[in-house]
């Protein structure tokens, strides 16, 4: 149907919750299943927006911060881990 966000109807986040999830995850004092309990939301929910793989259209300043535990910035360090690479 193409809406994305609190557009789609059966959404449980707003553009607020999702930015608090963010800002959650970044002080690296909440786990998925606890952000996950707070908002009733999955653990996978939660993990696809850490990631930015939904809800990446909300602007979120912390990104880079958050950035460091998805699975690129992972596989970037397990590649330079191998190569001797600086991350």
Do not use: C
């Not at 149907?1 to 109807?9: I, M, N, Y």
């Not at 959404?11 to 309990?37: C, F, Q, R, W």
């Not at 300043?61 to 950035?67: A, K, S, T």
């Amino acid at each position: 149907d193409g809406l994305k966000g609190e557009s789609h109807p059966s959404s449980k986040l707003n553009d607020e919750k999702v930015v608090s999830i963010l800002t959650m995850y970044a002080t690296g004092d909440y786990s998925y299943p606890e952000i996950a309990s707070v908002f009733s939301v999955s653990n996978g929910t939660v993990q696809q927006i850490i990631q930015r793989k939904i809800w990446s259209h909300i602007p979120f300043d912390g990104e880079l911060f958050v950035g460091y535990r998805t699975k690129e910035h992972i596989k970037n360090a397990k590649h330079n881990r191998v190569s001797g690479g600086v991350p």
